[in-house]
Structures are given as structure tokens and as C-alpha cells.
């Protein structure tokens, strides 16, 4: 073995993919991610690294871990470590030593959230039978509060964790909710039938995952199928310029059945992979934001919007504003249709309260009372009259065959 992936190592040596990042950035060594390839001789730097962190910390519990301990001299090739510390245990490292764990400890309380992950791919590759695979097995029935809605979004509860879908596949959802500015999902799945590989949307999805700079994992769909060539897609991928991994790149590939269920649980795991390198964090108790998802009017409750709750928590009663309208919170309901009193980051509900329908994408802020909400609105409808007003001014006076038609 002269060759280790990142998070390979990481696994084997019961470390977290964060540290591994960390360990190598403290020895200069580059990658591009946790399925990067490392050299042997990285390796054994990073066992003796860890072997002096922990002899360390068993000698001093009580100290916090510190970075002089990653600086371990003689770097070999392709591991300089020329920004690193020096290794010393002397008072002038110590005291430099203390500032840096308080510096990231800030970064560190806020908790991690659960990743949203979006579903993209040519039509009939399978998207909406994968997502139905996953909510069958993954999507803890729960005693539903109404009749259960499509909401365009629910939680998987897998090993590794919650996991949000966006289950209004198709790159549409995508794209409106990008072009409004706001960016829901933290993972996009290109979905690939094993049969037909690179198709027109296919190449799209990728395009628009790539602009929107979420990771993407390829899932090669229909593998059960006898005249499926998983090889074929890969190698078509690779002229892509996205190179799997077993090619020596770093684009995650997971073969997979919608029918079977054949490497779902793989797929799972690798966004759950994606996640943890992608270091989501969110704080429940920050200022809330979110996002709508969907919007629609149902005939006996009236208006009910999808809200992905980004930072902060709902709760029951709060007002929210949309756009240039506003609602209070009257009920809310998970994406598995039992009746909530609030959510927090990374979480879909659906909510009854607003007057009008808001759009995907559109943004949504809380506010503390009406007053406030119609303040945040009235502030908003002189900003677009004034744009409106000098928009008009620089076209010029306008003739009346223009005021005709
Ligand atoms: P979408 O347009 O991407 O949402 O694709 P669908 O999920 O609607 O699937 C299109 C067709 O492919 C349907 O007839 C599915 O039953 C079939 N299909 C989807 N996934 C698989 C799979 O893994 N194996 C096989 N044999 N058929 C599949
Ligand atoms: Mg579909």
C-alpha cells in the first residue's frame, strides 16, 4: 500500500475527517478533498502526530489540545511544514498556544446541522424512484396530525444522522430557489441511469451544481438492469473533467438500485461523508432565517408554505415576513405531517399562516410583532417605488405611443 485515501485513514485510525484536514494543514500538505489520496510517509507523520497528542493530553488532562503539538519536524516529501510552529514545549510556545483554541471554541458552539440535499438528473433516470426508496426505508412513520401533505421536502433518519431532501426533483426547484439569491441545498445528487449515462439534463444538473459550488455526489442509478454499463457513465464523466475516484479522482461515484435498494445505504453514508467535511453549523438560537421551498393554496386550510428553517427556530405564533407580505404562524407541521410548536436549523415545515401564496426561493426573516413585520414591509414597498421611480426617470419621457401600445 503505498497510496490512502484521506477519509479511509481517518477511519481506520478512529479520528475525525476534520482532524485529518486539520493535521494536514498544519503540515502543508495539499488536497483537494477527504477523497484525496495521501503518501505513505504523510501517514506515518500523522500516527506520530497522533501518538504525541495523545501521550500529551494523557499527561496534561486538564490542558486544552494545542497546535505546537501538530508541528513535528522533519517533513518529508511532499509534507513541508513551513507555516507550522516550531515543536517546543517552552513558555513562549505555550502562551501563543492559548489563544488559538479560544479563537476557533466560538466557531465551535455553534452546533452542527443536518445537511440538505438536493436530487438532480435527466428525466427518467430515477430521481423520484430513489427518493421514494429512501423516504419507504429511511422515514420513520409517524402518527400524521392531518392528512399527510407533499411538503417538497423531508428528513431521512439514517446511522449517521438526519439527512433533509429536497424532494421536488428536477433542477427547476433548483434554479428558481438560486435565482432569487437564496441556496437551499448543501449536497446536490447527480442522479445517472446505468443504461443511458450522460444525457442533455445530466450535463445541466452538473452545470448547475458546479455554479451553484455545492458538492456533488454521482449516483450511477439502475444497476440492476442487465445492459446497465456503470463503466461507460464513468468514463463519460471523466471527459466531464470529473474524474471518479477509482480513476485517481475526486468525484465520489455510488452505484445504485432505486428497485433493489442496492448501495442506497452507500449513497447515505457518502453525504453523510460530504457533511462532515463541509462542516455545516447553524445555531438554533440565533436570529432566525429561512427559505420557501413551496407555496400553495389547499382547499380546506387555505394557504400552506414549506419553509426550510436555515438559522434560528420557529415557533408557533411568531411572524414571519415574505417578500412584501406577512403572516403569523397559526399551525406547523413536519415533513412527515405531525403538528410541531417549533424547528430548528435544517428543518422543512409547513406552515399555515400567510395570506398569500409565496414563491420558491423567496426568503423569509421573523418578526417581533405585526407592527414590526408591516414596518419591515412598508420599508420594502419605498425601496422598489424609488427603484421603480429612477428606473423610469432613465428611460426618459415617455411618448404616448408607448402609453398606447
Ligand atoms: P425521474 O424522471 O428521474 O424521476 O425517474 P423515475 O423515478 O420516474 O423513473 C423512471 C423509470 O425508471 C420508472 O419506470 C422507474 O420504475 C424506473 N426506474 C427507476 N429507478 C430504477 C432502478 O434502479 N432500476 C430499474 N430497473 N428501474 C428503475
Ligand atoms: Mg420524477
Do not use: C
Amino acid at each position: 500500500m503505498s497510496k490512502v485515501r484521506i477519509y479511509t485513514l481517518a477511519k481506520d485510525l478512529g479520528v475525525e475527517n476534520h482532524k485529518m484536514l486539520e493535521i494536514l494543514d498544519g503540515l502543508g500538505v495539499s488536497y483537494k478533498s477527504v477523497s484525496s489520496t495521501i503518501e505513505e510517509d504523510t501517514v506515518e507523520l500523522i500516527k506520530e502526530i497522533l501518538a504525541e497528542e495523545a501521550a500529551a493530553a494523557a499527561a496534561q488532562p486538564a490542558q486544552a489540545e494545542t497546535s505546537s503539538q501538530r508541528a513535528t519536524p522533519a517533513p518529508s516529501s511532499g509534507a513541508q511544514a513551513p507555516s507550522a510552529p516550531p515543536s517546543s514545549q517552552g513558555a513562549g510556545a505555550q502562551t501563543a498556544v492559548t489563544e488559538a483554541p479560544a479563537a476557533t471554541a466560538t466557531a465551535d458552539e455553534v452546533p452542527h446541522r443536518a445537511p440538505v440535499v438536493t436530487i438532480m438528473g435527466h428525466v427518467d433516470h430515477g430521481k423520484t424512484s430513489l427518493l421514494d426508496y429512501i423516504r419507504k426505508t429511511k422515514v420513520a412513520a409517524k402518527e400524521a396530525g392531518g392528512i399527510t401533505q407533499h411538503v417538497g421536502a423531508f428528513e431521512a433518519k439514517t446511522s449517521k444522522g438526519r439527512i433533509v431532501f429536497i424532494d421536488t426533483p428536477g433542477h427547476e426547484a433548483f434554479t428558481t430557489i438560486r435565482a432569487r439569491g437564496a441556496n437551499v441545498a448543501d449536497i446536490a445528487i447527480i442522479v445517472i441511469a446505468a443504461d443511458d449515462s450522460l444525457m442533455p439534463q445530466t450535463r445541466e444538473a452538473i452545470a448547475h451544481a458546479q455554479a451553484a459550488k455545492v458538492p456533488m455526489i454521482v449516483a450511477i442509478n439502475k444497476i440492476d438492469l442487465p445492459q446497465a454499463d456503470p463503466e461507460k457513465v464513468k468514463t463519460d464523466l471523466t471527459q466531464l473533467n470529473l474524474v471518479p475516484e477509482e480513476y485517481g479522482g475526486d468525484l465520489v461515484v455510488v452505484p445504485v438500485s432505486a428497485k433493489t435498494g442496492e448501495g442506497v445505504e452507500d449513497l447515505l453514508e457518502y453525504i453523510s461523508l460530504t457533511a462532515e467535511i463541509e462542516d455545516l453549523r447553524a445555531d438554533p438560537k440565533g436570529k432566525f432565517s429561512g427559505v420557501i421551498i413551496e407555496g400553495k393554496v389547499d382547499k380546506q386550510a387555505g394557504v400552506l408554505a414549506t419553509v426550510m428553517v436555515q438559522e434560528g427556530t420557529l415557533h408557533v405564533g411568531d411572524f414571519l415576513v415574505v417578500g412584501e407580505n406577512y403572516g403569523k404562524i397559526k399551525a406547523m407541521t413536519d415533513s412527515a405531517g405531525a403538528r410541531i410548536k417549533e424547528a430548528g436549523p435544517s428543518t422543512p415545515v409547513q406552515i399555515l399562516g400567510f395570506s398569500t401564496v409565496p414563491a420558491s426561493g423567496e426568503k423569509v426573516q421573523s418578526a417581533k410583532n405585526e407592527h414590526a413585520a408591516r414596518e419591515v414591509i412598508a420599508t420594502r414597498v419605498d425601496v422598489r417605488r424609488d427603484e421603480e421611480n429612477a428606473r423610469n426617470r432613465r428611460r426618459g419621457p415617455r411618448t404616448l405611443e408607448d402609453i398606447m401600445g
